[in-house]
Each structure stands twice: as C-alpha cells, then as structure tokens.
C-alpha cells in the first residue's frame, strides 16, 4: 500500500492543548518539520462528534486542513481501563470537565473502579494519528502502550492521565519519567513511528 509523503511547508497542529502540541513538536523535531498550532491560528475546535479514536482524530485533522489550507496533523488519545470497561477511552478529556482539570478525572476514575469493585487495574493509552491535506485525502495510524493504574498520582511531568499510569515492566508513572523515556515508549511514539515511517521516508 502507497501512503502519501509529505512534501515540506508548514504542518497544522490540530490541537489546543499545549502538553500535547509540545510532545508532538519534539517528535517532528528531527524531521525539520515547521509546525503551527491550531490556537496561534484561532481555529475553532470541532465538536468530537466520532465514535472511536480514529474517527476524531480523522474530523480533527479534516477540519484544521480545511480552515488553514496547509497539511494538519491531529491526535485522539485516551485512557482505556479495563476493569471501566474500556472508559474512559474517547471521552477521557470529557472527564476532566469544562476545566479540564485532570486531577479530578483521575479521582473520578479511581472512584469508579472502587465503585464497580474492579478486580484489575489494567490500563492502556491509545493514540489515533491523522495526517490530513486540503483536498480530503487522509493518513491514519494508531498506536497504543498498556500499562497498570497506580495511586495516588505520582510526578509532575507530562499531562492528562500521565501521573497514574505505569507502563508494563516499570514502576514508574508516567509523570514521573523524563519527556525523552516517555517519547520513546508512548502511545503516540507509537503511532508517529508509523507515520514517520509511512509518510516521511519517500
């Protein structure tokens, strides 16, 4: 199968929150990649209408190309816990509210694997990956780490979820690893070794 390269020129990153941009920024560095942000744009953020991870990242992506004219890139990642059933998954930012507060989303996760009386606190992170160029035609790939949930959080590095979950084989959350241990192991290292891989190599 042919995946489109990319040429050059400016990429959009479709997100407005900055833990991300940041992470995805380093993981272009290598490539001399000039990234843009969907907020130093003032585009709007789209409703994440998508049933899955895919789907959102794909209607992201689509509408940042749209609006810019230049190629965007867009992530939908969330945390998956077993013993929740799969929850939060696409609605893992929904959880932490209008404020986006994390801390509360964390507590209302430990809250409801008590709740349900969960016997495992196996966990894993997805990330869904969408290239997207103004004429439709789109590149996705995902990614995914797993892990176990600890608690209380743990560290103050990374963003979201990142200070409960422990990858498989560490004991260290992932708030509490250094950005470059956590760049080579991630959900979304993952998912852009692929897309590196696919539609940067040509």
């Known amino acids: 199968m042919t995946h ?7 990429l959009v990153v479709a997100s407005h929150n ?12 290598p ?4 990234t843009v942000s969907a907020r130093e ?10 049933a899955t991870f895919k789907a959102n990242a794909e209607l992201k992506a689509l509408a940042a190309t749209k609006a810019s004219g230049s190629p ?4 939908d990642s969330g945390l998956c816990v077993a013993g929740l059933g799969g929850e939060p998954g696409i609605y893992s930012a ?8 994390f801390g509360k989303a964390m507590e209302k996760v430990e809250a ?7 016997k495992t606190r196996a966990a894993h992170f997805t990330c869904a990956l969408t ?18 949930l600890a608690w209380p959080p743990r560290g103050d590095n990374g963003f979201g979820y990142d200070p409960v979950f422990v990858p498989e084989g560490l004991d260290i959350t992932f708030g509490e690893m250094e950005p470059e241990k956590k760049h080579a192991m991630s959900h979304r290292a993952d998912a852009f070794r692929q897309l590196i891989s696919a539609c940067f190599k040509g």
Not at 4 to 10: N, T, V, Y
Not at 18 to 29: H, P, T, Y
Not at 94 to 101: E, L, M, N
């Open 4 to 10: 489109r390269q990319f040429k050059g020129g400016k």
């Open 18 to 29: 900055e833990g991300k941009v940041r992470e995805i920024r380093d993981l272009l560095a």
């Open 31 to 34: 490539y001399g990649v000039e």
């Open 41 to 50: 744009l003032n585009l709007d953020e789209p409703e994440e209408t998508g």
């Open 72 to 75: 965007a890139l867009a992530d």
């Open 94 to 101: 929904r959880w932490a509210g209008p404020a986006k507060d």
């Open 112 to 118: 409801e694997l008590a709740a349900r009386d969960a």
């Open 131 to 148: 290239l997207a160029w103004p004429d439709g035609h789109v590149e996705t790939f995902e990614g995914f780490v797993h892990g176990s």
